[in-house]
């Protein structure tokens, strides 16, 4: 059923209206660096495949790389991962070496670049058995499957900066929605509704509550402080949203969602 067909079908009751076109589709196969701009992905319960399956660890005490509060870590946003075609994950350098994550060298690589003692860990084994060899690491934070940010909030907060536009890889989302013009912080108001494309459906669970992270500098991104200050400012330190997902499928860039709220009975 096409975003449209939705509209028009009688079976689904509720109000429902289009929301906006995807503009941008983001995983990250290891958290804390850079991600993988993708035209299309499979989404299943727990999200997009290939999403987070990795990181970054000290050896030394076991914890996970957090940029957003521990400065040895920002340089780990230079770096980037991708998921190549045969679903082997790698990492990128700013020197343009690139290691898979599972080769012999990737950690001294790794801890010759940070200056103190990296390695790749996994959360799980996802679709690539090869990284059974990988040791267990544990997430510092329970990740939401999906995380989402419209183009009304980032034009809202670009302007609360005087910015000219704010680049969402400060943000890190999964998917970038283009809502066009209509204004403001729009998908504060979508939380406990589902979200729908054409066979895919999400929740809007929560806010995304802020960090450190939207203010440390990456490729052709400066550090700047206030770009948190105004969030926290103007939108109670909240910006985008955390969704489940309900029904699985997949989900491309062009495609139109439609928002689904509950039924108001008289």
């Known amino acids: ?35 993988q701009q993708c035209q299309n992905v499979d989404i299943t319960e727990t999200g997009i495949v290939g999403d987070r399956q990795f990181g ?13 509060n521990d400065s040895r870590w920002h340089p780990a946003l230079f770096l980037r991962a991708i998921i190549n075609s045969a679903g082997e994950t790698y990492i990128h350098f700013p020197n343009g070496e690139a290691y898979q994550i599972c080769h012999p060298a990737i950690g001294p690589e790794l801890s010759r ?35 989402l940010i419209t183009s009304s909030s980032r ?27 209509e204004p403001g912080f729009l998908e504060n108001e979508w939380l406990g509704h589902t979200i729908h494309g054409v066979g895919l ?18 490729p052709d991104i400066e550090a700047d402080v206030e770009v948190l200050r105004a969030i926290v400012r103007n939108n109670r330190r909240s910006f985008g949203i955390y969704c489940d997902v309900v029904t699985a499928g997949g989900l491309d860039v062009g495609t139109e969602l439609v928002l689904k709220t509950s039924a108001v009975r008289a």
């Open 1 to 35: 059923m096409t975003a449209k067909q939705m509209l028009s079908d009688p079976q689904c009751t509720g109000k429902i209206k289009p929301v906006g076109q995807v503009s941008e589709i983001w995983r990250y196969p290891v958290s804390s660096i850079g991600g």
């Open 113 to 147: 670049y940070f200056g103190f003692s990296v390695a790749v860990g996994r959360y799980n084994n996802g679709q690539w058995p090869a990284a059974e060899q990988l040791p267990m690491i544990t997430h510092r934070y329970q990740p939401s499957p999906l995380h």
């Open 155 to 181: 034009e809202r907060l670009s302007d609360l900066l005087s910015s000219k536009e704010l680049d969402v890889r400060r943000f890190r989302p999964n998917i970038v929605l283009n809502t066009g013009a």
């Open 201 to 218: 459906s999400m929740r809007a669970t929560e806010h995304t509550k802020r960090c450190g992270m939207t203010m440390i500098a990456q």
């Open 56 to 68: 970054l660890f000290d050896p030394s005490t076991g914890k996970t790389a957090s940029p957003e």
